[in-house]
């Protein structure tokens, strides 16, 4: 019996504390200055987070591009036709993709 005693105390003291409570008076347009606030705020932190600028995309696309013509005009001075046709047929013969003259002792 002693605990109902308790808890009926705590839910008389709950409804006096909500009771005490006084309402609040709210400018009519507060929800629409709020909406304004948050909104323009939030567009300008996007256009200032934005850190792919087009000079930066600019620059990247001439690295690529220079990068590139350096691959393409190392490869040409390197590699000549003849080494890599004895690249590729050595490729071939030892994966057996290709026939080759001589023979194996597997055979």
Do not use: H
């Amino acid at each position: 019996m002693d605990i109902n005693k308790d808890i009926q105390q705590k839910i008389d003291s709950t409804l006096q504390a909500v009771d005490g409570i006084e309402t609040v008076n709210v400018s009519p347009f507060f929800k629409d200055k709020t909406m304004q606030r948050l909104f323009s705020e939030k567009e300008e932190v996007v256009v200032a987070s934005s850190w792919f600028t087009p000079k930066l995309q600019l620059a990247t696309l001439a690295c690529v591009v220079v990068l590139n013509v350096l691959a393409f005009t190392q490869l040409d001075n390197s590699s000549g036709t003849s080494s890599y046709d004895e690249n590729l047929n050595q490729f071939a013969e030892t994966y057996g993709l290709s026939s080759s003259s001589t023979t194996s002792f597997l055979n």
